[in-house]
């Protein structure tokens, strides 16, 4: 479906268990290659639930946007940890400058706000952070998908399915 393409999903400490490991298991089932990029702050990050424990590939000082065709941010409490690294806010920018898919669910649109990409765009996330998307200019909708242009937003993990099949979708349109 989506062979040859690969795919970032960005990790910190807390991230929602589900948010990270149903997009990757999906993305693989697909025929996507995963790189897991990490913050660069430890080599492995454990979900906020403390179930699942995950290795990175790489951080985000070194990888390039340019060697993916998507990004994707889970939510949980590590979009408000990856903000505070400048390489996680500059690999979602720059892919987005590029056109590349970004997605994000929950509280990743955090992330997205960082990256300053979401002023103008209609997104969804978790209700809590719905402010802070309004603030930084963004169109915020109570809805369980949001695709506008590259960018891809979802609430919760409810919403999963739909996410994972909206980014499978926009890369299989890509070719």
């Known amino acids: 479906m989506i062979e040859g393409k690969r795919i970032a999903i960005l990790a910190e ?25 990490g913050s660069g702050s430890q080599k492995t990050y454990r979900g906020k639930r403390g179930q ?4 990175v590939d790489t951080s985000a000082d070194k990888a390039r946007p340019e060697e993916f ?9 590590a979009p408000d ?12 920018k720059n892919a987005h400058e590029q056109g590349k898919v970004v997605a994000a669910i929950c509280h ?3 992330l997205l706000i960082s ?15 719905a402010i802070d998307l309004k603030n930084a200019g ?3 909708v109570d809805e369980p998908l ?21 980014i499978i979708d926009a890369l299989r349109n890509r070719d």
């Not at 699942?52 to 290795?55: K, R, V």
């Not at 940890?81 to 979602?92: N, S």
């Not at 506008?148 to 996410?163: E, H, M, Q, V, Y």
């Open 108 to 110: 990743g649109p955090q």
């Open 52 to 55: 699942i424990e995950i290795a």
């Open 146 to 166: 949001v695709n506008d242009g590259n960018i891809i937003t979802s609430r919760k993990p409810a919403d999963l399915p739909r996410f994972n099949k909206a």
């Open 138 to 140: 963004a169109q915020w």
């Open 69 to 77: 065709d998507a990004i994707i941010v889970p939510g949980g409490h």
């Open 13 to 37: 400490e807390g991230f929602e268990d589900s948010e990270l490991i149903e997009p990757l298991r999906a993305m693989k089932d697909a025929g996507a290659k995963v790189v897991i990029v």
């Open 115 to 129: 990256a300053d990409i979401v002023k103008g765009r209609k997104v969804t996330s978790w209700p809590s952070i």
């Open 81 to 92: 940890r990856m903000r505070l690294h400048p390489p996680m806010i500059e690999i979602v």
